[in-house]
């Protein structure tokens, strides 16, 4: 360990990269000062330099430090090791540091898994601070590694970009993410850790080039910077022109996200076609590669066919075609709907009086026995039923296929199915579709956010009835859910 780690940087060159470093904490107009900056650190040669810096600027810039560690036991007591060193470099320098054991899940591709149990960790870190910002350690190597893994996937714009210098972590709140080393070499972080006397771990698993990125790193790096040894830094520069190419782009078409009428997430995504209308090829193209990386799994977007048959989708204003994932889009009636086959709707549920929130369908109800008013009216967004007739119960529940309603109103009955095409619900979304029920599966009582049934009306005589209103809420829900919201919000 250094003898004096706190005390500054430990020469002129350090001194100048404390600089750069500084500037990229402040560059992405980030205000730090009252905030608390959450550090990864595994004990690497990055990571470490990252916390040494961080702890010589919290002072003066007045921010809180916190150091995370993720110690996944995969590679038995080295695992144990890397901890201990992070631990004592953390009591050092007076910075609390918070150790995760997560159990990886089980199933293929490790790293992933492992990348997967870090951002929950992160998360967990982050509860109950005040403005986190999470600080990672990549460095302008990695940003080089990354690009030519992502250009040998056939990436565009967003994969050219590389790693982003601030990014955000996906869930509910996203929490930002900051990378200050990207315009560092890695060989100079370990330079300025040799002068200050730092030690740090080194990871045997990076020499297996079995991975595709220690393969890049090991292998084919070194080959082109023998061709050119300022392949690193120019790779780091063109996903930097990329990123401005992009965000150039993204401004040009932002004003045309006005059109989204629904909510990603592990569910669905609803647009208006119209925010697609006139927009040249290669803009649409990326415009819609921008929208799908909002969808769970796909963070990643689509490759060049898939965006290709999207657009196509797109251009034509109707049909269906295959995404990636399980996704599918669907296009008519004026709507773009982005939507996961074999999304599940939640089993029935009895209404037992209160409030019931179904996100799936982006709906809450709430349902009770009352006085029904006088003189009667159901007003909007409610159901009365005269609680002498309807004694078996008021459920919740998907339609299913082939059920009929007999309309308040009319005589005979008619397929929901029918209700639903005549609200210019698309036919991804029919299925699943909420129903009230007399029972768990019995006759339809009402169409939620269409219509009710003739069953136990509510007159003159009716004592007591049950009110059932529903509202819509937000949220990532089903297909269903992002038309009945908009049903609802349309009144």
Sequence with gaps: MAKSPSTGPAGADEARALRVFEGALAGPGLILRGRTLVAGVSGGADSLCLLRWLSLLR???????????VNHGLRGSRSDADEALVLKVCAGLKVPCRVFRPRLAAGAGLEERARNARRRCFRAACRGLRSPLICLGHHMDDQAETLLLNLARGAGLEGGSGLKPLSRLEGSPPLPVLRPLLGLRKSELRGFLRQAGWRWREDASNRDTRLSRNFIRRR?????????????RHLAAFSEKCREAREEIGYRVARRRGGQAGVAGQGSLLHRLETWRGLS???????????VAGLAGLEKGLDEAATRRLARLVSQGRGACDLARGWRAWAGRGMLLFHREGARPPAPRRLAGGTLDLPFWCLRLRSGLAAPPSPFAPGEGVFWFDAAVLKSGIWVRPFKPGERIRPFGMGGSKPVSDLLAEAAVPPPCRAGWPVLSRGKSGEVLAVLGLRRSGFAPVDGRTRRAWRVAWEATPGAGGPSGLIFRRLIDKG
């Design 59 to 69: 002072g003066r810039l007045g921010f809180s430090l916190v150091t995370v560690h």
């Design 220 to 232: 084919v790096l070194p080959l082109l910077e023998k061709v050119n040894p300022g392949t690193v």
């Design 281 to 291: 090829a290669p803009l649409l193209r990326h415009a819609l590669r921008g929208t």
